[in-house]
């Protein structure tokens, strides 16, 4: 049983996966609108009403501008209107200039009219307090009742330089191009703006998008990443916003068009600058920068970055690693690359046997014999070009640098003549840079319209192309094979009991877990513990110690003091009777002095462990204000804060994910075996960081959670010691929400086909990409013609960057649901997959895909997929599935039916069958 598939392949639908939304354009009447009504319009001279609506008439954008004042019959020559009721004309576009408190009734009244979008230009929302949060909720509230799109408030407006609009206060259009700009900054804008001119940098969109009260990054993220002019998104971004929003756009568009960002707040006082700015909370930088890791977004930190970054990844392939080889006429440039570069996480490439002995017969005895690769002074063109091909075949290299300086022996544009073809010769990138002034400026001409870049200084070169290799490196982090764990709903997490923990300190109205509810939280997921045993009097924990063995320690047993090492709450290396006995009164005076006799509850009894092979790490988690929970691993002990090594990341994590966590910090060197020290089971290490993002991602109420330390040896993996506070929240839905939607467990079930054969039913995971390859592999050349429409090879379905697509969705916008079967040797194999994938621009309307292995079609799995596919799309608060089938398809539409779908029709845009059903 099949649906078919358009495999159109066009700005980004991947026909390897269901990239493809049949959708109309949310935000296309704010970008290309035919008639836009512009409501606040005024002759007043150097007001925004008449700047804007002088920019809307002196750019032609293919449409009609209607002016809007109760109070004036013409402005400017135009015929005005009292209202949006009042124009004849259906308006596609409404641009709204007037005071604030005006905007949520003439929004409501835009919404009676139908108009499908706008923009709010005024100021004076959120950013002055709770009077202007309660506009926004007016506006919010009628904009969501009539489906409009609204764009601001607080905005300089929208130009799309490719039609002509201009709906802003600026004082210039845009030139054309094919970079989107998105800014927070209004005033940025016009600062861009101008140096845009100068720079000629051209633009496919300039949008200032202000408060982001409906329209967000993800709403023009997706836009843009669906515009056929858009090459490449550069963004201003002050605050995330809609964090999961941001993470879903940015993940899926990233991998076809660049995403590049300057983000200012890298400090405390530029962070409260962008809060008092935008009137919105702002996160950890360390944060924001895991977050843009883990969607393929790059991160540059000047304006002039961002548009030189747009640019090298457009003309220029990304490199495969981060080895780059520089070619230089003198030394000293070469040496300022080889700063720049390291410093920026590339490294020198190292050159081959190969190579050297082709350098050594193309060039002088005196080369560098090294690299940088200093072919001196007298370089000829020639030379430059010879030395050129053999630092690009050579594999040890990613990418090539070439600097050239102006000498008495060099000719900066006949060399430059003679690299041109070189270009597009190698899946490599090729870099310039001609250092100078006018001497130089016609080879950098020459170059960079054969596509080579240049950069006037060889440190900036450099830097570029670590950039290029941060983008490549997050983007394939984004999809890379994930290593066989257990499943993410595996039988080894007792969710119950975890929860039943949790539950029970908030129903006393604790916060905090003891240590040994902490403890058996964690081994409630999976993460080994040390025995720990309560002790709530002296010869209890006598008694306790003897029957552990000596030695032991005692830690204090409180719910309520945080920190235990505080109030000297840990006693160690007792090795007798009398030893625990005394540690006991010395833990119960400490509380009683530091806080008081009621916060003693006794102790925990726990054997003491041998520190000297093993390395102390943490792992934790804590709340972010955008991004909400975010795990933590590094460097533990008691120095943890002083030392600082550690890398976040964004929950739930895979083994790949939580390997990448692993390698960011030093202590990773460490775990690998140094000085005769066996290795740590890394791959131990990351199941159990799994396993702890699991936690933390199932498990709502954790508000923080520390296991420090950690001990890690060849021997294994121990939680010595654990600390949990929960919320503080009345219900769950004021608890903060994840940045990327966990695994949808509650979706995994069993059930038996028409043959008797078991199977289980459930969401696919970033795991499934070899049993997704052996499925593929099953399919016969008419199935797969009648899903694709198009006689797809095994070669072509069987990629790893198809089959990763695939398996790692993005469960807040499409669930994929997979049959696996298992035999008596304990192999698995997947029989079905069907997906549901929400439609841009909505999250109430959802297209159904499906595609059923030959061998188990006529088994009763087509309409049991369809059937639980419906129950997620309500379960998913969706209220409309679309499925789109070929006409001739009959199994496919009596299946519907069967199950509730109707409408079917024509889809004009596709010629395909179009099928509804109404949730």
């Known amino acids: 049983m099949t649906t078919p598939y358009n495999s159109r392949v066009q700005n980004g639908f991947d026909p390897a996966h269901d990239v493809y939304r049949y959708t109309p354009r949310s935000l296309q009447p704010i970008f290309s609108p035919k008639t836009v009504a512009l409501i606040g319009a005024t002759e007043k001279v150097g007001s925004v009403g008449r700047t804007v609506l002088w920019n809307l008439i002196s750019s032609p954008f293919g449409g009609t501008v209607f002016p809007v004042n109760p109070k004036r019959e013409n402005i400017l020559g135009i015929k005005a209107y009292a209202g949006i009721q009042a124009i004849p004309d259906q308006i596609d576009l409404a641009v709204i200039v007037t005071p604030a408190p005006t905007v949520p009734d003439i929004i409501a009244e835009c919404v009676e009219a139908g108009v499908k979008g706008a923009i709010v230009i005024s100021a004076g929302f959120k950013e002055i307090g709770p009077e202007g949060v309660k506009l926004e909720e007016e506006i919010l509230e009628h904009a969501r009742r009539g489906k409009m799109r609204v764009i601001g408030p607080n905005c300089l407006g929208v130009m799309n330089p490719l039609t002509g609009l201009n709906a802003t206060f600026a004082t210039a259009a845009a030139r054309p191009g094919n970079v989107?700009?998105?800014?927070?900054?209004?005033?940025?804008?016009?600062?861009?703006?101008?140096?845009?001119?100068?720079?000629?940098?051209?633009?496919?969109?300039?949008?200032?998008?202000?408060?982001?009260?409906?329209?967000?990054?993800?709403?023009?993220?997706?836009?843009?990443?669906?515009?056929?002019?858009?090459?490449?998104?550069?963004?201003?971004?002050?605050?995330?916003?809609?964090?999961?929003?941001?993470?879903?756009?940015?993940?899926?568009?990233?991998?076809?068009?660049?995403?590049?960002?300057?983000?200012?707040?890298?400090?405390?006082?530029?962070?409260?600058?962008?809060?008092?700015?935008?009137?919105?909370?702002?996160?950890?930088?360390?944060?924001?920068?895991?977050?843009?890791?883990?969607?393929?977004?790059?991160?540059?930190?000047?304006?002039?970055?961002?548009?030189?970054?747009?640019?090298?990844?457009?003309?220029?392939?990304?490199?495969?690693?981060?080895?780059?080889?520089?070619?230089?006429?003198?030394?000293?440039?070469?040496?300022?690359?080889?700063?720049?570069?390291?410093?920026?996480?590339?490294?020198?490439?190292?050159?081959?046997?190969?190579?050297?002995?082709?350098?050594?017969?193309?060039?002088?005895?005196?080369?560098?014999?090294?690299?940088?690769?200093?072919?001196?002074?007298?370089?000829?063109?020639?030379?430059?070009?010879?030395?050129?091909?053999?630092?690009?075949?050579?594999?040890?290299?990613?990418?090539?640098?070439?600097?050239?300086?102006?000498?008495?022996?060099?000719?900066?544009?006949?060399?430059?003549?003679?690299?041109?073809?070189?270009?597009?010769?190698?899946?490599?990138?090729?870099?310039?840079?001609?250092?100078?002034?006018?001497?130089?400026?016609?080879?950098?001409?020459?170059?960079?319209?054969?596509?080579?870049?240049?950069?006037?200084?060889?440190?900036?070169?450099?830097?570029?192309?670590?950039?290029?290799?941060?983008?490549?490196?997050?983007?394939?982090?984004?999809?890379?094979?994930?290593?066989?764990?257990?499943?993410?709903?595996?039988?080894?997490?007792d969710r119950e009991r975890a929860s039943a923990i949790i539950q029970k300190a908030r129903r006393s109205g604790r916060l905090l877990l003891t240590e040994a509810e902490s403890k058996a939280l964690l081994a409630a997921y999976g993460i080994p513990t040390v025995p720990t045993l309560i002790a709530k009097t002296m010869d209890e924990a006598v008694a306790k110690a003897e029957n552990l063995g000596y030695p032991v320690v005692l830690k204090l047993h409180s719910e309520t003091v945080t920190h235990k090492t505080d109030v000297g709450g840990v006693q160690l290396n007792l090795n007798d009777e009398q030893a625990v006995r005394s540690a006991f009164e010395a833990i119960k005076q400490g509380v009683s002095q530091k806080h008081?006799?009621?916060?003693?509850?006794?102790?925990?009894?726990?054997?003491?462990?041998?520190?000297?092979?093993?390395?102390?790490?943490?792992?934790?988690?804590?709340?972010?204000?955008?991004?909400?929970?975010?795990?933590?691993?590094?460097?533990?002990?008691?120095?943890?804060?002083?030392?600082?090594?550690?890398?976040?990341?964004?929950?739930?994590?895979?083994?790949?994910?939580?390997?990448?966590?692993?390698?960011?910090?030093?202590?990773?060197?460490?775990?690998?075996?140094?000085?005769?020290?066996?290795p740590v089971d890394i791959a131990a290490l990351e199941q159990l960081m799994v396993h702890f993002s699991q936690l933390v991602a199932e498990q709502s109420w954790i508000k923080e959670l520390d296991i420090n330390p950690l001990l890690a040896s060849h021997e294994g993996l121990l939680a010595l010691d654990a600390r949990v506070l929960i919320h503080e929240a009345k219900n769950e839905n004021a608890l903060p929400r994840l940045a990327i939607r966990p695994y949808p467990s509650q979706y995994v079930a069993p059930w038996r086909m028409k043959d008797g054969t078991d199977v289980v039913i459930r969401p696919i995971s970033a795991e499934d990409e070899m049993l997704m390859h052996g499925f593929h592999k099953s399919l016969s050349d008419k199935t797969v013609y009648m899903r694709y429409l198009s006689p797809m090879l095994l070669s072509m379905r069987t990629t790893h960057e198809r089959l990763a697509r695939m398996t790692h969705n993005d469960y807040d916008r499409e669930i994929a649901l997979v049959v696996e079967s298992q035999n008596e040797q304990g192999e698995k194999t997947i029989l079905g997959v069907a997906r549901l994938s929400k439609l841009r621009g909505t999250d109430e309307e959802a297209r159904f895909t499906m595609l059923i292995s030959d061998l188990y079609q006529g088994k009763g799995l087509g309409k049991e997929l369809l059937t639980r596919i419906i129950k997620i799309g309500r379960d998913e608060k969706i209220k409309r599935i679309i499925a789109l089938m070929s006409p001739d398809n009959e199994a496919m539409k009596q299946l519907c039916r069967a199950v509730g779908f109707s409408s079917f029709e024509i889809d004009s845009p596709s010629g395909m069958l179009k099928a509804q059903i109404q949730l």
């Open 596 to 678: 008081s006799a009621d916060d003693f509850l006794g102790v925990t009894v726990q054997p003491m462990v041998d520190l000297s092979d093993a390395y102390e790490l943490i792992i934790g988690s804590s709340i972010d204000p955008q991004f909400g929970p975010v795990v933590l691993f590094g460097m533990g002990g008691q120095l943890v804060e002083v030392f600082k090594d550690r890398s976040l990341g964004l929950p739930p994590l895979n083994t790949t994910l939580a390997r990448r966590m692993i390698e960011r910090t030093k202590i990773f060197k460490a775990l690998k075996g140094v000085r005769g020290r066996p």
């Open 180 to 493: 989107a700009f998105i800014s927070q900054s209004g005033a940025l804008c016009t600062s861009v703006l101008d140096w845009s001119f100068k720079e000629h940098v051209g633009f496919s969109a300039f949008v200032s998008i202000g408060s982001m009260l409906d329209v967000g990054w993800g709403d023009l993220i997706y836009h843009l990443g669906d515009d056929p002019h858009t090459q490449s998104i550069v963004i201003y971004m002050e605050t995330i916003g809609d964090a999961r929003s941001f993470m879903s756009a940015a993940r899926e568009v990233a991998l076809t068009k660049p995403i590049i960002v300057i983000k200012p707040g890298r400090t405390e006082g530029a962070a409260r600058a962008a809060a008092s700015h935008t009137g919105s909370l702002t996160g950890s930088d360390e944060v924001l920068e895991a977050a843009f890791r883990r969607c393929g977004v790059l991160r540059v930190n000047t304006i002039g970055e961002i548009f030189s970054m747009a640019e090298v990844l457009s003309k220029q392939p990304r490199p495969k690693g981060p080895h780059l080889t520089i070619l230089t006429n003198a030394g000293g440039p070469g040496v300022l690359a080889v700063d720049a570069l390291i410093t920026n996480g590339g490294k020198l490439a190292e050159i081959s046997a190969e190579a050297m002995g082709q350098f050594n017969e193309i060039l002088p005895p005196q080369w560098s014999h090294n690299n940088p690769v200093d072919i001196l002074g007298d370089a000829s063109p020639e030379r430059y070009a010879q030395a050129l091909e053999v630092a690009a075949r050579d594999e040890k290299s990613d990418g090539l640098l070439v600097v050239l300086t102006p000498q008495a022996m060099t000719d900066p544009t006949e060399t430059a003549e003679a690299l041109k073809d070189y270009a597009q010769s190698y899946d490599k990138p090729i870099l310039a840079s001609w250092s100078g002034g006018q001497d130089v400026a016609a080879g950098e001409a020459i170059l960079n319209k054969a596509g080579i870049p240049t950069f006037m200084y060889p440190d900036t070169a450099a830097e570029a192309f670590a950039y290029m290799w941060k983008y490549t490196d997050n983007l394939q982090s984004l999809y890379e094979t994930v290593s066989l764990t257990n499943h993410a709903s595996g039988a080894d997490i």
